[in-house]
């Protein structure tokens, strides 16, 4: 079992940065691949991002490509979606998720943090 809690979400404008962060807890934190959502209000929850658990393999959905970084400490069992030039009038919510594969796929994760809001203003 692993327990995820997400910090770092608030309130930034347009073309800021921001860094969201997830620590984890257990001590099997290495060996899950981990992954960054999103969801908008009224919308389904989407990928961002993903990285393996030894954090050779990271993957992200095209609109945030050489916008946002995802790593990984496990050292400290923190995983961390570094955002840049972030886009006006959005609002999210941002989840980190663990699970066994590196996927694009909600399903793929089995655990869920509850989630960093991320608002960006004009």
């Known amino acids: 079992q692993v327990q995820l809690v997400e910090s770092g979400g608030g309130l930034v404008q347009a073309g800021d940065s921001l860094r969201l962060s997830c620590a984890a807890s257990?001590?099997?934190?290495?060996?899950?691949?981990m992954g960054w959502f999103r969801q908008a209000p009224g919308k389904e929850r989407e990928f961002v991002a993903a990285i393996s658990s030894s954090g050779g393999i990271t993957m992200y959905t095209g609109s945030v490509d050489g916008r946002f970084t995802i790593s990984r400490d496990n050292a400290k069992n923190t995983v961390s979606l570094q955002m840049t030039s972030l886009k006006p009038e959005k609002t999210d919510i941002y989840y980190c998720?663990?699970?066994?594969?590196?996927?694009?796929?909600?399903?793929?994760?089995?655990?869920w943090g509850q989630g960093a809001q991320v608002t960006v203003s004009s």
């Open positions: 257990g001590r099997t934190f290495s060996s899950y691949d």
């Open positions: 998720a663990a699970g066994l594969v590196v996927s694009r796929r909600l399903a793929e994760y089995g655990h």
